[in-house]
């Protein structure tokens, strides 16, 4: 590393230090030899940039519920009718659709479309759509229908040139506990929704500079890969979610800023040093699971000799550190927990092995 990068993530460290000297508390005053052992292993992407929080997104559309038996109508929107006329021309290129006449028919019905795409989503990643019958319709009931495929747009761009964030088809759902009073003009399709993007986790450096941007993008690169990372301006850097995270999304967000910007093998051995005996003897073991999983493959081997130890907490998460890491060592900690009905950590160990464990390891403990 370059000695103008040193001073970059020196000065970022005093910063850091400075901020959090002019808070500190009596009660803080405790965990004043744990935080100096941390500053002693050098900057984290925490301390020099923010995770910009994941938010749900509202989608809706509109869209055509056929199949139905005469309980449709023709009602729709002039807008809404042409716009479905352009979309189903480009679904069907090669047919000829008789769009006005299919409208016309008492077996169809245009409805509208709204959903929530959850945070931080696979691509393909299915969700569940409310369908509802558009205020002013004529039709009676959409009950045993089926919607045709619809495009979902991000609420309140309907009539703009947006690229659409997901699709939705499949039969429309409707909760028959309300009895007589069962609203049939609306209804759901069950897990119908599929989006047409892959999350991207954003993060926003506390002071902007494209040095110091890059320094972040060059070790998440050697870390997860060339392609993860990319520094779009001096403040902010786009980071894509590696594959093995796919289903661990909330893992790969908390392990971000818990890497550590600069590594040399002097540096390695403190942090190792330091991190184990944190996961072993602090009150508060996450910080330091977290940090050894940031570390990657490096923290196996200390990692190992924990996996038999006589806290279950350590077991738990030591095993839980190695098998997120692709260390088939972590199971067996692991898979004793979870077959433990008496073990607090059990719920835990089942869910790091659903998560982290290969399919025909996990079926070990169904």
């Given at each position: 590393?370059?000695?103008?990068?040193?001073?970059?993530?020196?000065?970022a460290g005093l910063l850091l230090l400075a901020a959090c000297g002019c808070h500190e508390s009596e009660a803080g005053k405790a965990d004043a030899a744990s935080r100096k052992a941390r500053r002693e292993m050098g900057v984290t992407?925490?301390?020099?940039?923010?995770?910009?929080?994941?938010?749900?997104?509202?989608?809706?559309?509109?869209?055509?519920?056929?199949?139905?038996?005469?309980?449709?109508?023709?009602?729709?929107?002039?807008?809404?009718?042409?716009?479905?006329?352009?979309?189903?021309?480009?679904?069907?290129p090669n047919e000829r659709i008789r769009f006005d006449a299919l409208l016309q028919s008492k077996n169809t019905a245009v409805v509208s479309l709204q959903a929530t795409i959850p945070p931080r989503p696979s691509l393909g990643e299915?969700?569940?759509?409310?369908?509802?019958?558009?205020?002013?319709?004529?039709?009676?009931?959409?009950?045993?229908?089926?919607?045709?495929?619809?495009?979902?747009?991000?609420?309140?761009?309907?009539?703009?040139?947006?690229?659409?964030?997901?699709?939705?088809?499949?039969?429309?759902?409707?909760?028959?506990?309300?009895?007589?009073?069962?609203?049939?003009?609306?209804?759901?399709?069950?897990?119908?929704?599929?989006?047409?993007?892959?999350?991207?986790?954003?993060?926003?450096?506390?002071?902007?500079?494209?040095?110091?941007?890059?320094?972040?993008?060059?070790?998440?690169?050697?870390?997860?890969?060339?392609?993860?990372?990319?520094?779009?301006?001096?403040?902010?850097?786009?980071?894509?979610?590696?594959?093995?995270?796919?289903?661990?999304?909330?893992?790969?967000?908390?392990?971000?800023?818990?890497?550590?910007?600069?590594?040399?093998?002097?540096?390695?051995?403190?942090?190792?040093?330091?991190?184990?005996?944190?996961?072993?003897?602090?009150?508060?073991?996450?910080?330091?699971?977290?940090?050894?999983?940031?570390?990657?493959?490096?923290?196996?081997?200390?990692?190992?000799?924990?996996?038999?130890?006589?806290?279950?907490?350590?077991?738990?998460?030591?095993?839980?550190?190695?098998?997120?890491?692709?260390?088939?060592?972590?199971?067996?900690?692991?898979?004793?927990?979870?077959?433990?009905?008496?073990?607090?950590?059990?719920?835990?160990?089942?869910?790091?092995?659903?998560?982290?464990?290969?399919?025909?390891?996990?079926?070990?403990?169904?």
């Amino acid at each position: 590393m370059r000695a103008l990068d040193r001073k970059l993530l020196c000065l970022a460290g005093l910063l850091l230090l400075a901020a959090c000297g002019c808070h500190e508390s009596e009660a803080g005053k405790a965990d004043a030899a744990s935080r100096k052992a941390r500053r002693e292993m050098g900057v984290t992407i925490g301390a020099l940039a923010e995770v910009v929080e994941a938010k749900p997104i509202v989608v809706e559309g509109y869209g055509l519920v056929g199949g139905l038996p005469g309980t449709g109508s023709a009602y729709c929107p002039p807008e809404v009718r042409e716009y479905l006329r352009r979309y189903i021309a480009t679904q069907l290129p090669n047919e000829r659709i008789r769009f006005d006449a299919l409208l016309q028919s008492k077996n169809t019905a245009v409805v509208s479309l709204q959903a929530t795409i959850p945070p931080r989503p696979s691509l393909g990643e299915h969700f569940d759509v409310h369908v509802a019958l558009l205020p002013g319709s004529e039709a009676t009931s959409i009950q045993g229908g089926w919607l045709y495929k619809a495009e979902l747009l991000a609420a309140g761009t309907f009539g703009l040139d947006m690229r659409p964030l997901a699709t939705v088809d499949g039969q429309v759902f409707i909760d028959p506990v309300g009895g007589a009073d069962t609203d049939v003009r609306s209804g759901h399709v069950l897990g119908g929704g599929r989006t047409l993007y892959e999350h991207v986790m954003m993060l926003r450096l506390r002071r902007p500079n494209f040095r110091v941007a890059s320094l972040i993008r060059n070790r998440l690169s050697e870390r997860y890969g060339p392609s993860i990372a990319q520094a779009l301006s001096p403040g902010d850097i786009e980071v894509r979610i590696p594959a093995e995270y796919r289903r661990r999304k909330a893992r790969f967000t908390a392990l971000i800023p818990a890497m550590y910007v600069e590594v040399s093998d002097d540096l390695v051995r403190t942090r190792m040093d330091g991190l184990i005996e944190e996961l072993t003897t602090s009150g508060d073991k996450e910080a330091g699971e977290i940090a050894l999983e940031a570390m990657g493959r490096e923290s196996l081997t200390r990692l190992a000799d924990l996996v038999a130890a006589s806290d279950p907490e350590i077991r738990l998460r030591a095993g839980r550190v190695m098998l997120g890491l692709g260390d088939i060592r972590g199971l067996a900690p692991l898979r004793d927990l979870a077959l433990d009905p008496r073990a607090p950590q059990r719920l835990e160990a089942i869910e790091a092995i659903m998560l982290s464990a290969k399919r025909v390891d996990a079926v070990t403990v169904a």
